[in-house]
Each structure stands twice: as structure tokens, then as C-alpha cells.
């Protein structure tokens, strides 16, 4: 059974760094073609995808936020790190962790329940 | 890169069919597989069509998946609609560098 789940704070100030952890079970990271994404939804609006890293450490990051992202992993604690800096109110929105092809499936077959990040100051 | 456009929402009645469509801006929609993702209220999304109409296991057989070449388009099609299928539907595809969201579609049951 897949299962994931994102932690970290749910109000941070303007211009902070924000960091998730995503904590996963039910499949490894080590494993040829699979990744944990990071797609995160402001409310009221659609999914926009973030960042997703690959077992092999390669790292995509979407165009529009690539220069604020770091996305790392652990492997043997199962658990994936996103970093963001330089938060912006714009930023509010809730944030989920997903696995790709974990199943061998080339989408984001499971979810985690999301976090909510508010950037307020 | 390529947008994907969805109309904003659908409403039918118990027992009938809705089909929701999903247009590519640019590119071909059979370059890149589509999925479809449901997300009922306060929940996480979960996948229901991957690879354009494949189901994942779970997934009734009233939830079908296609493209359409001629209108550049995917749809999500679901029959028999149940209350349950009351939700926001998401197409989405990779085109090799990004992984593209539609704006959602709210299906009202």
C-alpha cells in the first residue's frame, strides 16, 4: 500500500523560506523510473505541478518557480524536502506530495493529503 | 509549452452520461498521454485515467478515457453518474519537460 504524507509549517512570513518534507511508504526511491512530485493548489484554483525528483536524483522544476526551488531526497528515511525561498502571499495554496510510476504507471498514481502553507505576515 | 483547457463545469442528472473536455493549445494531443484526476471537496486528488483511457485498478468501468485527434482534444466520459461522482475533474500530460494541469472541471450530479 502507497502512502504519503507532507509535514512542515502552516504560516510563514514574506520573503521566508518555506520547507516540506514529504514522508512516503509502500515503495523506494531507489527504484528505476520512479519519482515523488510536488504540486501544490491555491485555493479555490487549479493544480499547478511544482517540482518532481527521480530516483536517480535528477530533478525537474517548473520554469516559472525553478529559481527559488531545491527539491532533495533521502532515500533510506523515505522521505523527499522541498525548499522554497523568498515566499510571496502568492504562494498560498495548499501543497501535495504524489509518487510517479511507482506502480508503473506514468502519473502521479497517489497522493498525499496536502498540506496548507498561508503566507501572511 | 502547451495549455490544456477544460470547460468550467457540468451538471447532469443521476443515471446519466457527462463527458468532459480537455483541449490542447498546441502539439498534438496523441504526442503525449493524458491522464484524468478526480478531486471531491476537501480531499486529494486520485487518479482515474492514465495513458489516455486506461483505468486504474478501483476505477469503475463507467469512467472511459479518449482523445480525439480531429479536435486535439481528450475526454473524460462517466455513465451511470452516481452522487459520488460529484468532483472536480483535472486532465493532465507531460510533454517531456513539464507536467501540465487543466484548469478543472466541476461535474455536478
Known amino acids: 500500500q502507497i502512502t504519503l504524507k507532507e509535514s512542515g509549517p502552516t504560516l510563514v512570513k514574506p520573503a521566508q523560506t518555506l520547507t516540506l518534507t514529504c514522508t512516503f511508504s509502500g515503495f523506494s526511491l531507489s527504484t528505476s523510473g520512479v519519482g515523488v512530485g510536488w504540486i501544490r493548489q491555491p485555493p479555490g484554483k487549479t493544480l499547478e505541478w511544482v517540482a518532481l525528483i527521480y530516483w536517480d536524483d535528477d530533478v525537474r522544476y517548473s520554469p516559472s518557480l525553478k529559481n527559488r526551488l531545491t527539491v532533495t531526497k533521502d532515500t533510506s528515511k523515505n522521505r523527499v524536502v522541498l525548499t522554497m525561498t523568498n515566499m510571496d502571499p502568492e504562494d498560498t495554496a495548499t501543497y501535495y506530495c504524489?509518487?510517479?510510476?511507482?506502480?508503473?504507471?506514468?502519473?502521479?498514481?497517489?497522493w498525499g493529503p496536502g498540506t496548507m502553507v498561508t503566507v501572511s505576515s | 509549452n502547451f495549455m490544456l483547457t477544460q470547460p468550467h463545469s457540468v451538471s447532469e442528472s443521476p443515471g446519466k452520461t457527462v463527458t468532459i473536455s480537455c483541449t490542447r493549445s498546441s502539439g498534438s494531443i496523441a504526442s503525449n498521454f493524458v491522464q484524468w484526476y478526480q478531486q471531491r471537496p476537501g480531499s486529494s486528488p486520485t487518479l482515474v485515467i492514465y495513458?489516455?483511457?486506461?483505468?486504474p485498478s478501483g476505477v469503475p468501468g463507467r469512467f472511459y478515457g479518449s482523445i480525439d485527434r480531429s479536435s486535439n482534444s481528450a475526454s473524460l466520459t462517466i455513465s451511470g453518474l452516481r452522487p459520488e461522482d460529484e468532483a472536480v475533474y483535472y486532465c493532465?500530460?507531460?510533454?517531456?519537460?513539464?507536467?501540465?494541469f487543466g484548469g478543472g472541471t466541476e461535474v455536478t450530479v
Open positions: 495513458e489516455d483511457d486506461q483505468r
Open positions: 504524489a509518487d510517479y510510476y511507482a506502480s508503473g504507471v506514468d502519473a502521479f498514481d497517489f
Open positions: 493532465q500530460a507531460y510533454d517531456g519537460t513539464i507536467w501540465v
